[in-house]
């Protein structure tokens, strides 16, 4: 969780963005974040799977300074550009078109290399030359972005693995043409067989041509396939960006004019006609319609608005015509807070991956000593030249640790995206653990299991129903509280109220028509006026009291003059949600400040034990609850939405706010959830149960796969060429298994 200092801003840093070119693997990345974590005042985070830099730095630290110190590195460097409406290609396509055309050419130039190689019958008198002059193409330009970067990291004093790539194709092409022109194996009649294994009588008639092609094709389609599986995993997040509309109907002097969204304003008011997108955040203002936000929270039923209700960018007016008021535009409105929030996620890297990057570092030159002393050994045994060469080249390519870089980012990126497309955004890599250790939910009642939508139920007195109703509602108009705005919206007409005051967790007071009015709990009421409860109001509180009904009393002039009933709806989904965190093993807890007959009764509605109601709890003893928890070696999480839920949220090891709650609440939260519903929490712990579950798999397999090969490589029981396919399909796995997560549906 967040200390306090983050929470109300106090941390003396800003945050970039940067775009990285030139990153091949988890050594690249590797490298840039540790040459930027030595920068005094910044603290970087590097991702391989998404090309970008996530940088935390003091203010004596320039953006331009961050980018010269990544170029000096020997990679490129560039803030994000806005993206462009009209312009849908990502910048991934480009290069992925160039990788297309650079595996297609070098496929067709190595498959007769390789059938004439392993394929004794086609062997024709001096087909080696041929197969020579097939080879070099795809060894010099088909190799050439593994060469260029091999080259540019020796500069550097660095080795990734393009280092072993370029190594491996430039030994196997280089012993080729040593056989060719030194050697027995440009003779006219010179045959060839295939072997799996590497033959300990081989000699210098043995070439290496179809290792040198076929490797090079191998990891050109597996990068390819790579690149494209990345460019998938990242479609649900370029899909949110590109929601909003593109243009919008402004109205200017009553009068239509159709502008680019880019030059909304705050307070312009627009048109949307049915079908349309509603261009930003607002308020409306005219019209009447039910607007389906399906895109953008995942929730299926169009919500009716009129006049006074705050509508978001991105959905779709489903009904009338509305005229909105723009209330947030740019990078304030909720899309595209959204889809900040999934970036900076994608871009962070969960505990797990430091494992995996603390190996990678080292892990190059730790393979390049391996197959050095993997030739040496072989010729110290007595085996020819070409099996110590043949062993030493295996290790060098089945190497390559391109899935264990991959291996959480994908899985991150595709798990993310998913959320923002059912409305759960995860805030953070991090938030994916704590998911899988908690044991205990802790549930906020009011706006979370209930509508938060209080309506007055009845109004007792001891005298005039009116005059208390009125008296109450003056004063509770001044309250943020549902409570209070129930109330006041059931008075109607308002007289004008001074002195008010907030009493925290017990209730309002205020002066109307020169009398000293309170509103709240009875126990207060009566400890501040010293007033005595008439019995018949007592026994009235009761029976709404065991109805799960509050009850709200007033006072005036030094005496209780009578209690106004209001109560909360349950939500259709609460119960359902309940259900689901049992069957995932959460213990789940209502926690609420109203009074505890009304939390028993709406917790047995929803299936909540009575042992785990937590009522009658003050906003400042949220926290210490939720410490309580944790002392008793509970993991909690803790959905709210509003702002005195903020700092609960923070404290409890897993916060869920609403997205239909307070910015406060949001902010303090590890996941937000868009829509109001708290069926949504259930998915959202279990897509990030399944999201960890899809990263460990990945890690386990990319380990598995480099600790079995490496020595079987070594021993001489892997052919290059079946390495290199070995290789390749490493990392188009972990892809592919990340994807899977596309299929997630919510239960």
């Not at 389609?221 to 990345?230: L, V």
């Not at 109907?249 to 997108?277: C, M, N, W």
């Not at 005051?501 to 400890?527: F, K, M, P, Q």
Request: aromatic fraction near 4%; charged fraction near 20%; hydrophobic fraction near 50%.
């Amino acid at each position: 969780m967040r200390t306090t200092e983050e929470l109300l801003g106090q941390t003396p840093t800003n945050s970039v963005q940067i775009d990285i070119e030139g990153m091949t693997c988890t050594s690249c990345s590797a490298r840039i974040e540790k040459k930027l974590n030595k920068m005094d005042g910044v603290t970087a985070t590097v991702n391989y799977a998404t090309g970008k830099a996530q940088v935390e730095h003091t203010a004596d630290i320039s953006a331009d300074q961050l980018l010269a110190t990544i170029e000096a590195t020997g990679y490129s460097a560039a803030l994000p550009k806005p993206p462009e409406p009209d312009n849908p290609t990502t910048a991934r396509e480009p290069y992925l078109d160039q990788l297309r055309t650079r595996t297609l050419v070098s496929a067709a130039l190595t498959l007769p290399v390789v059938l004439l190689s392993m394929v004794p019958l086609f062997q024709f008198n001096n087909w080696q030359w041929l197969a020579l002059t097939l080879t070099a193409p795809v060894v010099v330009w088909g190799a050439l972005p593994f060469h260029r970067a091999a080259l540019l990291n020796a500069r550097h004093r660095a080795a990734t693995m393009d280092t072993l790539v370029s190594v491996g194709v430039t030994a196997a092409f280089l012993w080729s043409l040593w056989a060719l022109f030194l050697g027995d194996a440009g003779h006219p009649h010179m045959k060839m067989g295939f072997d799996l294994l590497p033959a300990a009588g081989s000699s210098g008639d043995h070439i290496y041509l179809e290792v040198a092609a076929a490797v090079t094709v191998f990891i050109l389609a597996g990068r390819y396939f790579e690149e494209r599986a990345k460019t998938r995993s990242g479609a649900a997040l370029r899909a949110l960006m590109d929601m909003g509309a593109k243009d919008v109907a402004v109205l200017r002097d009553g009068v239509e004019h159709r502008i680019p969204v880019g030059q909304l304003a705050v307070g312009d008011e627009f048109v949307v006609r049915p079908g349309e997108k509603i261009a930003t955040d607002g308020v409306v203002v005219d019209g009447r319609s039910a607007v389906d936000s399906s895109m953008l929270t995942g929730e299926s039923v169009p919500v009716e608005v009129e006049a006074g209700d705050a509508v978001v960018g991105a959905t779709v007016n489903s009904g009338g015509r509305l005229v909105v008021r723009a209330t947030r535009i740019g990078a304030d409105t909720q899309l595209a807070q959204m889809a900040t929030l999934v970036e900076q996620a994608q871009t962070g890297k969960a505990p797990v991956q430091r494992l995996a990057d603390r190996i990678s570092a080292i892990f190059v030159p730790i393979v390049i000593v391996i197959a050095i002393a993997t030739l040496i050994v072989w010729l110290i045994v007595g085996s020819s030249v070409a099996a110590a060469f043949t062993a030493a080249v295996a290790v060098l390519i089945i190497a390559c640790p391109c899935a264990l870089g991959l291996a959480t980012p994908t899985a991150l990126m595709v798990g993310t995206g998913r959320g923002a497309q059912l409305g759960i955004i995860i805030k953070g890599p991090q938030v994916l653990e704590s998911t899988r250790r908690v044991d205990t939910i802790v549930l906020d009642k009011t706006g979370t299991v209930t509508t938060g939508e209080m309506g007055l139920i009845a109004v007792h007195a001891v005298a005039d129903e009116a005059e208390v109703l009125r008296l109450a509602g003056a004063v509770e108009h001044a309250s943020e509280h549902p409570i209070a705005q129930a109330i006041a919206a059931a008075a109607g007409s308002l007289a004008p109220v001074s002195d008010f005051s907030n009493h925290e967790g017990r209730g309002v007071s205020g002066t109307v028509d020169g009398r000293e009015v309170y509103v709240g709990r009875r126990a207060w009421l009566v400890e501040a006026l010293g007033a005595d409860v008439p019995q018949d109001l007592q026994e009235i509180v009761h029976a709404a009291e065991s109805l799960g009904q509050t009850p709200v009393w007033v006072a005036w002039d030094s005496a209780i003059r009578g209690v106004v009933i209001v109560a909360d709806t349950i939500k259709e989904t609460s119960a359902a949600a309940i259900a689901q965190f049992k069957a995932m093993g959460l213990r789940p807890i209502l926690l609420t400040g109203d009074n505890e007959r009304a939390a028993k009764a709406v917790a047995a509605k929803v299936g909540i034990a009575p042992e785990d109601v937590f009522a009658e709890v003050l906003p400042s003893e949220k926290v210490a609850t939720v410490a309580r928890l944790q002392a008793e070696g509970k993991i909690v999480a803790m959905v709210g939405d509003g702002v005195n839920d903020a700092a609960a949220l923070a404290t409890a090891d897993l916060g869920l706010a609403m997205g239909t709650g307070s910015d406060v609440a949001i902010e303090a939260s590890d996941l937000t959830l868009v829509r109001g519903d708290l069926t949504s929490a259930a998915d959202a712990i279990r897509l990030s149960r399944a999201t960890l579950r899809t990263i460990k798999g990945n890690l386990f397999w990319a380990f598995a796969y480099n600790t079995a090969a490496i020595p079987l490589a070594a021993v001489g029981l892997l052919n290059p060429l079946i390495a290199g396919a070995a290789m390749a399909f490493s990392s188009v796995f972990v892809v592919s298994n990340s994807l899977r997560l596309r299929r997630f549906k919510p239960a």
